[in-house]
Antibody, heavy 121, light 108 residues
Framework: VQLVESGGAVVQPGGSLRLSCAAS????????MHWVRQAPGQGLQWVSL????????YYADSVKGRFTISRDNNKNSLFLQMNSLRPEDTAFYFC???????????????WGQGALVTVSS | SYVLTQPPSVSVAPGETARIPCGGY??????VHWYRQKPGQAPVLVIH???DRPSGIPERFSGANSGNSAPLTITRVEVGDEADYYC???????????FGGGTSLTVL
């Protein structure tokens, strides 16, 4: 299993950014995927999940209405569109995989290396 | 909203047993998972579903879950076990995934 995030950057408050996660080594369209973030020196915070078929999406309260999770199963890719970014969104964003196929068990057996998003003027 | 409580730090001598608490209201009714994160690395799952170990995780790692407490126990602690440890649950009512604040394990 390999998960590779990209798209991290420095962006001004109020700006937008789109993160991508390229997945390989498993049947991507069978697995629920998540985004988890970690501010530098801080703990883990769950951001969002999308089920294997894209039908269900859930968000943390702190990002609801600003972030949108999506996936392209034909391209084995996961995305996170982030709008109205705030300084408190500054963090490493990890793409993570649920261990069970065609269901959601709400835990992670694989993580990417993370993409750094910095929101600063 | 559901909260998981962990102490910021736990210290233990090599060879001793480390117990890392994770508290939450009626946490015994939820499935608890634990992750280990070493500096500069992504987290790694060490315990899932309260007390199941993924392949490659030594038997020294075990979990428990009852009432309002779900501790992680590491026996015969090694210097290589030094890391941050996070407990995690799924809040079924609010459809949110919750992490504890994390505990830094120091092996003296």
């Amino acid at each position: 299993v390999q998960l590779v995030e990209s798209g991290g950057a420095v962006v001004q408050p109020g700006g937008s950014l789109r993160l991508s996660c390229a997945a390989s080594g498993f049947t991507f369209d069978d697995y629920t995927m998540h985004w988890v973030r970690q501010a530098p020196g801080q703990g883990l915070q769950w951001v969002s999940l999308i089920t294997w078929d894209g039908r269900l999406k859930y968000y943390a309260d702190s990002v609801k209405g600003r972030f949108t999770i999506s996936r392209d199963n034909n391209k084995n890719s996961l995305f996170l569109q982030m709008n109205s970014l705030r300084p408190e969104d500054t963090a490493f964003y990890f793409c993570t995989k649920d261990p069970s196929s065609n269901t959601a068990t709400y835990l992670f057996d694989s993580w990417g290396q993370g993409a750094l998003v910095t929101v600063s003027s | 909203s559901y909260v998981l409580t962990q102490p910021p730090s736990v210290s233990v001598a090599p060879g001793e047993t480390a117990r890392i608490p994770c508290g939450g209201y009626k946490i015994g009714s939820k499935s608890v998972h634990w992750y280990r994160q070493k500096p500069g690395q992504a987290p790694v799952l060490v315990i899932h579903n309260d007390n199941d170990r993924p392949s490659g995780i030594p038997e020294r790692f075990s979990g428990a879950n009852s009432g309002n407490s779900a501790p992680l126990t590491i026996t015969r602690v090694e210097v290589g076990d030094e890391a941050d440890y996070y407990c995690q649950v799924w809040d079924t009512d609010e459809h949110r995934l919750i992490f504890g604040g994390g505990t830094s394990l120091t092996v003296l």
